[in-house]
């Protein structure tokens, strides 16, 4: 049996080919059949090749046959294939159902195709495959039933199809029956179409089950006995249909193969049924039914012979209602809105309810219930005007709630627009007129207005107004109208309420034809510096104009000033004059009547002549004059006085008498550097164009303030001794003042320097400076005019020495270079920062220790072994170089540490099965441990020799747990004090204990046939591998001991015949035998066993009595009797209850 499968489709054949019947064409000796792929749909075929090729509708995909013959169609059992020939001489092949309702026909669309399995070699047979393709509700309900279509060509057609859509194309009613088959008798005949051509050669196909139930009729005319499919897991949309192979499907020869057929159909329809699988498996799964809809399954099975089962039926759940559609607007308002939907399919379960939401016109993604009723309609009232609202529908059955509709926008209705005011003029033309208005205040922005502008001449005083323009503009230009003609215009503004009432009245009048331009204005005469004359000639239609004037504009071209008038008269020339010289100036003109003005003519440009520029005012001093340098400024000549200056010129000149020009260009400032302190200068201007220079200005004298000092001389550098120099300079003479001061300036190295020495001395010494150091000297003169540059820089190098003093001297707890070996108590770790070397390199370093001396070579740290613990020792530290030895540092005290402690005693407090609980301490007559703290490791042995630390602390006491009952562990312990890490202590080694045996249960006691008495008790299994021993006592009569009558491994023990009317009491207790230590563990004794032996004349029982008669006779035991008094308690609680309830209550 497979597994079980679901309808699915394969990757393969997504489309599913809804296909038409062939159309077959005679050529000659050729037959070319045409199948019709419809629009959506795809078409697949196999070569000979074993390949595949998918057509996309929609096509007609012919099909030829070579041999001139019609090939044999292979058609599904309940379907027949009929060659007709319509009236053009075309022979179609149509497959339709065996049935009277449905007579051949022509052409006519045909439906999805029944799922199809492929030969071996292309879908294979151990596992069954559905094709169910989406496309549910595709098929019209007018169209005929599907059928199977396999072309025994080279290339092989592979038709799927699904359940819902093999029951959509089921027959309709028959009140539509008659309509249906005039609109399949009145269907063209499909075009043929050339584009797609398959050639294909005849070869054998695979049959179909209807060519199969022919075989198998000529093999062996006995049918198959199959039964009913059951069907099982009926949901709404799907149900599970499985079935038994038939019988004697199995024969002597072993078992053969049997392919199925399952087909369906609905019960409101007819009877013709769907194939919806075919394949070898024994159930499958039929999906997109629909909920509360009766179906009927039939089986069909194909062995050596063919066997039909009978129709079984079954009825899908009810679900939920279908989606429903978006209501629709009925009525509308300005606070109101009436919507309307349409109900959809319940399947099954009475529709409830409709639950329509909206967004309270919030226009936001959050919606609340706003209807919930029976009704399919809904007004809502109380609604803001102008206002969108959004809207989504539901419906509600018993099964649930179907999915929302699409959501739907609706508007409620605003006020009409007011009534707008009366367009605005702007400008008029020969022909058109410019006018625009305003947008009525009041109204919201997000409103769409469109305006409408109505216009008719004012003559025409009954004439309708008609439409000049239509738009959301705020503007136009009405073109085509008569000249001097007055017209009439109004506004009316549009909204989605409607329109407004027509505005108030416009009325304007479009002038008369404008004059012509004149001539373009021309030079008369020549063009002086300040003045030019133009002409010019009156326009073409100056015959027929009236008072015609003339208006002259000018325009100075550089500045790009304003046109403005320069002359407005009825002469043809001009002069203009008080212009700027060297300035283009540009002129236009234009002619003027009474109602308008021509165009103005093209532009002249004219400039007029350059002058030179007149004197510039004299020079004059910006801020204060320095000794070496000052800044002057100027001004351009006026304009009265002469032209424009592009460029100036200053002069200099000296006391001596030299005359230097110092600038030149258009700037009105300079600079003039290079002066000398003390000197009186003059300076004068002139100003430049292209007329040339022009006079020199007034000069203006500068005298310059006296200069500081001048540079002086490199100082000279002597060496008075190892750690002083003698600094000493020239005096600066002719620097036209007095020196006040000196100043010296000292460095080393690459440090900035520092003013060590200010005054009149021409020398300074130098003290305290550090040997084999390279300094940095220079020297700068200064008076009340400031100071001078610097010298240039003497250097000097002092003579190397001894090293300095060590600094940072000091003593660490831990050996610097992280030696594992160093013990605080008998090392020192010192450290130390390198001295100043005082020119030579150092090359080692001593160290006191006490009066001891300890050379030590080139480094900063040392560590000085072999030491007495808890003992002070005096350190002290120089360093030495090539030129000897530094002196020692300020001596230091460091102190050892005590040594390390011995490891502490290690023993066992307590042992338990799983646990050990471990105890250190030092003896008595050890030396007690420091007041420092200590901290105790302890280690566990975990392997051979190797340790594993459970404990690190202070506590002198350690439970180990998770151990092993009776298991032997080896452990270690040490001291850690800040003196160092103390040596371990040897392996202990502890071992958990063992457990007890349990108490047993009491032994039972037997009396024999032969008098004797056998005592019996139950086994305890071993622990741990350990054996149980078992020690049996009794106690006779009024013995005060119990006596031990066996020990041994056996649960049982034979005693002889007891003495009557005497008290036997016996217990047992289990013993463990430890096989490694030999030791053995007894565990508690059992409860007692009393028995009292009666004596065989009084009891009348033979000795054949059995165990269980010897039994009875034996007394209770103390469950029993402890039974019996919680019995009687009991009893007398509830009389005491009873006997309380009468007192008191009645």
Known sequence: MMADQTLQLPALFGGGAHMMPCELIQEASQQVIFVQVNPGETFTIRGEDGSLQCIQGPAEVPMMSLNGSIPPIHVPPGYISQVLMDSVGIRRVVITPNSECYPPLSVSPVPPLLPYVGPPHFLPSSRPLFFLPPGVGDMQPHLPPPHWLLTPYGEEIIPLCSVSACLSSTRPPAKLQPKFRERRLGSPSLPVSKSHTVAATPTTGVKPLQDRHSDAKSANDKPLGIKAPQVSDVQAHRARLSWVPPAGLADGEGRRSCRYQVELCERRWDRTPCAVYSGEACECVLEGLRPATEYHVRLTAVCDSAGRASFVSFTTLSGVPDCPRPPRLSLCSKSSLMLQWKAPADNGSEITQYLLEWDEGKTSTSFRPCYSDTQTHCRLTQLCPSTGYTFRLAALNNIGTSGFSPEVSFHTAGPLPPLPQAPRLVCTGITWITMEWSRPEGLPPEEVLSYTLEGREEASQGAPFETKYNGDGLGCTVDGLRNSVQYSFRLVISSAEGRSDPSPVLLCSISSDPPGPPSKPRLQGTVTADSFSVTWDPPQNHGVLESLTYLLEISEADSGTAWEVAYSGAANQHTCDGLRPDTLYKLRLCSITKDSHSQPTESLPVRTLSVAPGPCLPPRIVGKARHRELQLCWECPTAEQGGMATEFCLEMKSTDGKCTEVYRGPSLDCTVTSLLPGASYRFHVRGANKAGYGPYSDATEVTTPAGPPGQCGAPFLTLTSDTSILASWQSLIGCGTDVSEYRLEWRRDD?????????????????????????????????????????????????????????????????????????????????????????????????????????????????????????????????????????????????????????????????????????????????APPTEPVTYDLQMEVGCQRFLSIYCGSSHTFRVQRLTEGSSHGFRIRAVSPAGEGRFSDTWTFSTARASPPVPKAPRVLHLNDGSWQVIWDSIPPMRGDPITYILQVQVGRETEYRQVFKGLETSFHMGALPSNMEHRFRVAACRCCLGSGQELPGPFSPLRLLRPQPMELTGVTLSTTPNNAQATMLSTDEQFAALIVAGLTAISVLIAFALQFLFVK
């Open 751 to 927: 440090k900035p320097p520092k003013t060590i020495y200010s005054g009149p001395d021409l020398q300074y010494e130098v003290t305290d400076l550090f040997p084999g150091v390279q300094y940095y000297c220079r020297v700068q003169a200064a008076n009340q005019a400031g100071p001078g540059p610097h010298s240039e820089t003497a250097i000097c190098c002092t003579p190397p020495a001894a090293p300095g003093t060590v600094p940072g001297f000091a003593v660490l707890e831990r050996d610097p270079t992280g030696d594992s070996t160093f013990s605080p108590s008998t090392c020192l770790a010192l450290m130390w920062a390198e001295p100043s070397c005082n020119g030579a390199p150092i090359i080692g370093y001593t160290v006191a220790l006490g009066d001891q001396l300890i050379a030590v070579g080139n480094i900063t740290h040392y560590v000085i072994e072999n030491l007495q613990p808890d003992t002070e020792y005096s350190l002290r530290i120089r360093a030495l170089n090539a030129l000897g030895s530094g002196s020692f540092c300020s001596p230091r005290r460091a102190r050892t540490r005590p040594p390390p402690l011995a490891p502490p005693t290690l023993e066992c407090a307590s042992a338990g099965l799983q646990s050990l609980r471990l105890r250190w301490g030092y003896a008595a007559g050890c030396k």
